[in-house]
């Protein structure tokens, strides 16, 4: 049996999104570019039947991809969580020792984490650290600059 892909709603929405995408318009518009690169002739010698070609792989590969994850997704809404520790899906404000500087983390899953956005995966070492921390806790966390410690301030499942 295949392993489960942990993924908040959101993050689930995201990927069926871009499957209609891929299935509706991209899937369509690849299929054009290659009867078009097709009418042109020679196809041993033809870059844009060879680029069509190669777009069509890299699509359907994606289609078969997120088809996969969203049959294994273990769909969570952490407005449905109500804990007192770090778990998937919580928002959790910390406290840079160091600097002072506060910090918000949403825990996704790793087809959903975007640090621009916050929001960073289940499988980070930082992540990994506040699994199961409360409020007042302090962590250390291995980073590839060293180690980092923070103070959890506030959980949140929202």
């Not at 392993?3 to 299929?31: C, S």
């Not at 952490?78 to 949403?106: C, H, R, W």
């Amino acid at each position: 049996m295949s392993e489960q892909v942990p993924m908040t709603k959101q993050g689930a929405q995201q990927l069926k999104d871009e499957l209609q995408r891929l299935k509706h318009e991209e899937r369509p518009r690849v299929v054009e570019a290659i009867a078009t690169a097709r009418e042109h002739g020679d196809l041993s010698e033809n870059a844009e039947y060879d680029a069509a070609k190669e777009q069509q792989a890299f699509v359907e590969a994606r289609i078969r991809e997120l088809e996969d994850k969203i049959a294994r997704a273990q769909v969570i809404d952490p407005a449905e969580i109500n804990m007192e520790t770090v778990a998937f899906g919580a928002t959790v404000s910390l406290v840079d020792d160091e600097s002072g500087k506060e910090v918000q983390y949403q825990i996704v899953g790793d087809e959903e984490a975007d640090i621009k956005q916050n929001k960073i995966s289940i499988n980070a070492p930082i992540a990994r650290a506040l699994i199961g921390r409360g409020e007042g806790e302090v962590v250390d966390v291995q980073a590839p600059g060293g180690t980092r410690t923070y103070e959890v301030v506030e959980i949140e499942y929202k």
